[in-house]
């Protein structure tokens, strides 16, 4: 075989304009290329993309391996032609950067289909090379049949391979975004799927009670899972099928094998050329996206930058701030003083008709981050007005900061409405809100769209009501050793179809004329169905002289903590 042809002189600037190479051409590199076009007419701007395709729908891909997107051409956002007529933007695809000399300004370039390098010169250039699914170094990995999906190719694959094989069962192994979106796929195209998931949640990014409604819901839509669970091999079976083998020693027989268990930012380029990476693997940046070199840029999946609810650094893998950093890039790098905010993990995934959203910090994350100091509410809200027809129910949780009310994150999981109401709380928390701002947040409101107190602002009340002492909180994750007596408002036949194991009933009509049966030496925790009820005994019962807690969320808060295993 002969070898690839060196052309090492690279190619020189253009006279009197800057040359601008830019390495990955999907979100954070196409986003760079048009937006830099748009400030600087003189530029000359070539997009190096390694695969066949161009800014590309990669979030649309599990869609068409699900078949809700059939033809592949509606996943190509842009074509090189359209770069080309649209932006004068040189798009060079299947040619792939190998190594960046950065005292000689220059990059080393690779066609793909004939192998061939050559030497490109720059004056600035912008890194969004993204991140690469993980495949861990285990026996079978690499097996006909194991997909990862990040490309079109990939899905094409994918498409193909269950058509063939007329697939019908597949494991998922990682029940995250990307996993979940392709059991969802998987489920439509009529495969029997089991998801296999190191963790004893699904959905990882949020707290694990939040991720108990995921879990019933994959359940009772036939979705076999296996949490806490990991990946030991998977091998391949006589007949042509496979065996995921997990770490518990069990065997799941499926005819695919996707793997969606993460992704690692691309960073050997930038490594390699010496430029710093951060303790989260991610290459360093600053506000304006530069690197440690002044003349490279870098964006999207690649980079780290600061979270700004916990002030630290962090790698986020999603297409807004990918395309937003494209766009701080193409600015900084064009003389304006832009500069990125940080993200805060806004995101959102739909399975199989159900929705979960989430902004800002899980109560994970903030203890993992240190903080404290925090505050959190739950609460079941209809997603609009009750008496209008088919309101169904939101279940929302909110942290925030004590005693300034600081919202930290929310998480919200429903049928409806979920990501609206995420929305607006991921732009409170962008302006520095509080939850005084959530509690008079004017929203719209007829009633098949919400309700007059929106779930965003009873979120905003009952924290307000925390803080202001007017409805204290009781601690869950206490409740089986507390000496406090456990009083549940709720209507003896809602008592009688599941209660917590020590509670005592007495229903909230009946409190005004009975509420001298209560001990006044012990401290009251008060359950109802999801907080409100007993809000409005603790209101009565403080203003008689009683010390009176809400168990935030209620008994549907309960189950969901007790089927996470956060309290026995
Ligand atoms: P990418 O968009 O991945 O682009 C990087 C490109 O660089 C790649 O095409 C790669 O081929 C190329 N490249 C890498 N190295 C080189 C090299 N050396 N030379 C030349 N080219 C190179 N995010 C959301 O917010 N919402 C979603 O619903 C969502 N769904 C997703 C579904 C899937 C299946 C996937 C894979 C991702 C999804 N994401 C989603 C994540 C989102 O797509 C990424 O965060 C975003 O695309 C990152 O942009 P980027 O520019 O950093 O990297």
Redesign the pocket.
């Known amino acids: 075989m002969s070898a690839p042809t060196d052309q090492s002189s690279p190619s020189p600037p253009a006279s009197g304009s800057r040359r601008v190479l830019i ?7 196409a986003s760079c290329a048009a937006r830099l076009r748009r400030l600087d007419e003189a530029a000359e701007i070539v997009v ?4 066949p395709y161009v800014s590309f729908a ?2 649309g ?2 869609y068409y391996v699900g078949n809700i997107i059939t033809d592949e051409r509606t996943l190509l956002v842009a074509s090189r032609e359209l770069f080309r007529q649209r932006f004068n933007v040189e798009v060079q695809t299947e ?3 190998m190594a960046i000399d950065r005292p000689a300004r220059t990059i080393r370039v690779r066609d793909v289909r004939t192998g061939t390098s050559r030497d490109e010169g720059y004056d600035v250039l912008v890194l ?4 690469a699914p993980i495949r861990p170094p285990l026996p079978g990995v690499d097996r006909p049949g194991v997909f990862a ?2 490309t079109i190719p990939d899905t094409r694959q994918i498409r193909a391979w269950i058509a063939e094989r007329q697939a019908r069962t597949a494991v998922v192994v990682g029940g995250g ?2 996993g979940l ?1 392709m059991v969802e796929n998987l489920v439509q195209r009529g495969l029997a799927v089991t998801v296999l998931e190191k963790l004893p949640q699904v959905m990882p990014p949020v707290d694990p009670e939040m991720a108990v409604p995921v879990r019933e819901h994959l359940a009772a839509k036939g979705v076999q899972l296996r949490l806490g669970d990991g990946l030991a091999g998977i091998e391949a079976l006589a007949g042509g099928g496979l065996t995921v083998v997990a770490k518990s020693g069990s065997r799941l027989p499926a005819d695919l094998v996707i793997l969606a268990i993460g992704v690692r930012p ?1 960073t050997t ?1 930038a490594k390699d050329a010496g430029l710093s990476l951060g303790p989260r693997g991610g290459i360093v940046v600053d506000a304006q996206m530069r690197t440690t070199d002044p003349h490279i840029w870098a ?4 980079v780290e930058v600061r979270d700004v609810v916990t002030g630290q650094e962090t790698v986020l ?4 701030p ?1 395309n937003r950093q494209g766009r701080v890039a193409a600015e900084s790098i064009a003389g304006r003083a832009t500069h990125f905010r940080g993200v805060q993990a806004t ?1 959102v995934v739909g399975v199989l008709g159900l929705t979960i959203a989430t902004t800002g910090a899980s109560e994970k994350g903030l203890q993992r981050a240190g903080v404290t100091r925090y505050e959190k509410v739950y609460l079941h809200p209809g997603h609009h007005a009750g008496y209008y027809p088919g309101a169904r129910p939101i279940h929302l949780k909110l942290l925030f900061a004590v005693p300034d009310g600081r919202l930290l994150g929310a998480q919200a999981v429903g049928f409806e409405g979920v990501e609206k109401r995420i929305d607006v709380i991921a732009t409170a928390i962008q302006f520095n809100g509080t939850v005084h701002d959530l509690a008079e947040a004017e929203l719209c409101y007829a009633p098949q769209f919400g309700a007059a107190k929106d779930p965003v602002n009873l979120a905003g009340m009952l924290a307000e009501n925390v803080l202001s002492g007017d409805m204290p909180l009781a601690d869950w994750a206490a409740l089986d050793r507390t000496p406090a007596f456990v009083l549940d408002v709720r209507e003896p036949h809602e008592f009688a179809a599941g209660h917590i194991p020590q509670a005592v009933n007495l229903p909230l009509p009946e409190l005004r004329t009975r509420y001298r049966e209560l001990p006044r030496d012990r401290d009251l925790w008060i359950c109802c169905g999801v907080g409100q009820r007993a809000y409005y005994a603790i209101r009565f019962l403080t203003q008689h002289g009683y010390h009176a807690r809400n168990l935030s969320g209620g008994y549907t808060t309960y189950k969901d903590l007790r089927a996470a295993g956060l309290i026995p």
Request: net charge negative; aromatic share 6%.
């Open positions: 390495v990955g051409g999907v979100a954070g590199g190096f993309e390694r695969g990669n979030c891909l599990p040619t792939e950067v969004s090379p993204g991140a999906v990040r975004f990307i979106e691309e380029l964006v999207g999946d690649a893998p999603l297409a807004g990918a995101a």
